[in-house]
């Protein structure tokens, strides 16, 4: 088997242990789905008090079609940050870390493996939140702008990948309680305009949020999805999510290296 | 395969002794003696901060990946198996991570469920007994068939007909050419399954030998290393 193919079939056995392991526990997605669809319902009843202010206008005018697009960012953050540092920890746990890091497969392939359930039911919530908001309550979100919205997320998923690399250096060394996520969650839920347009917020703290990936990703997606903009319009936002890619792939894939390496070398690899 | 730490470090200050192929070793010492951070290190979990070890002429640390494909390990614990899985998607998903292709990995995972003659192959390994989860972790151990087989306590949780089972097996690997390095407690197992015998405390090895050359006096070769152990404990 070449290395390529073989890199291939390792990525999709860790793909299927996850489906399978999610698949375990009978309720566990359609509890996810039940939760997704009674926020978005929440967010609908919410939106019906904040009628057309002119924070808005840039994104459209309506508060439940600007939410629903934060929240859909919201979950690629959750993703990218998240399934890492989980993953990390559910491995150590179950004290198979060592027994994966210990066979001939590549840190990266572990990673990268690791990594494809959480995108594939990412993708499926997403689906799931834009469904709901068009179908159920009616929201306008031209699905025209969805070919531009796929580099938009794809770069937001690296940017976050990265960063769930970086949380999970931590949690590989400290085992709990890493910083970055809980940084870069509450970064993105404040600055990056999740929940309210970034321009409510004063002078100072609209400056920080130029330094938040999610924020170009949100403006872009918000630009495709709801004002029909085209790619020149984005482009901004295309180029600053990939000058983060640039800088914190790298970085992430290094740290995380030395991460192991450094847990390695005090025996805590499997503790937990 | 070649293990040699020479320079001083906190758990292994000087240990160096080879494992040939279709030889078992025992590794024995008391608590913290550092056989399990000596199997670790050769297991590539854990990199030592001086030494070298070595697997077939590859270095632990630096040709680590190469180690990998020709090493099984089993840990004390019987943790490392993924309890909501059956006993043979385990297999089929270390066979894959091991290297081999999935129909590679589902025809070794079976052939290999029948060696260690685990039955309940689909159910849960969150069922498993003790024993049914070292019987698996072996079985993975064995996925890529490899030259050096690391065993740290394999029979720890086992009953007597299944610790006789596991001490048939290993002499069976051996005669397959398998070289196996076995740290145990159980000084009567080492003495029928090990051809030689490290003796490690302190993390120093006191003792490397044939099992057969301890009993020097008719009392027995366990009898021996029971006295070896005795002599370092403090009074």
Known sequence: MSDRASTIARMGALFRRDLRLELSYHFQFAMRVFQMFMFTTSLFFVSKLIKNPPELEPY??????????GMIVASFVSLGIGSFTTSISDEQRAGTLE??????????????????????????????YLTTA??????????SGLPLAVPLLALMVLTFCALGVLSASFIVLTKRGDPISLI??????????????????PGPLEAVTRFVPAYYGLEGLRAVLLTRAGLGDVLGDLFWLACFVVVLVPMAVWTFSQAIRAARVTGTLGNY | ????????????????????PGEVVGLVGPNGAGKTTLIKIIGTLLEPTHGRASVDGFDVVTHSMQ?????????????????????????????????????????????????????DRDKLVFGYSSGMRTRLNLARALLANPQLLILDEPTRSLDPLAATWVGELVRRLAGEGHAVLMASHRLDEVVSMCDRAVVLMGGE?????????????GRGAARRLVEMLAADEPV
């Open chain 1, 60 to 69: 459209g005018g309506r508060y439940f079609e600007f939410v629903v697009i």
């Open chain 2, 67 to 119: 180690v990998r494909e020709r090493i099984g390990v089993v840990l004390a614990d019987d943790r490392g198996l993924y309890w909501r899985l059956s006993g043979r998607r385990n297999l089929e998903l270390f066979g894959v991570l091991s290297g081999l292709t999935r129909p590679g990995a589902r025809a070794r995972a079976e052939a290999l469920l029948d060696l260690v003659e685990l039955t």
């Open chain 2, 205 to 217: 090895i006191r003792h490397v030998g044939a099992v057969r050359d301890l009993d020097v006096d």
């Open chain 1, 134 to 143: 068009i179908v159920i309550f009616r929201a306008h979100i031209p699905l």
């Open chain 1, 184 to 201: 870069a969650i509450q970064a993105g839920t404040l600055f990056a305009g999740v929940l309210f347009p970034t321009s409510v917020l």
């Open chain 1, 99 to 128: 027994v994966v890091l210990g066979s001939p497969t590549g840190l990266a392939t572990f990673l990268a493996g690791s990594f494809l359930k959480p995108l594939l039911f990412t993708v499926v919530q997403m689906a799931l």
């Open chain 2, 1 to 20: 395969m070649r293990v040699a730490a020479s320079e001083p470090v906190h758990a292994l200050q000087e240990a160096s002794f080879s494992v040939e």
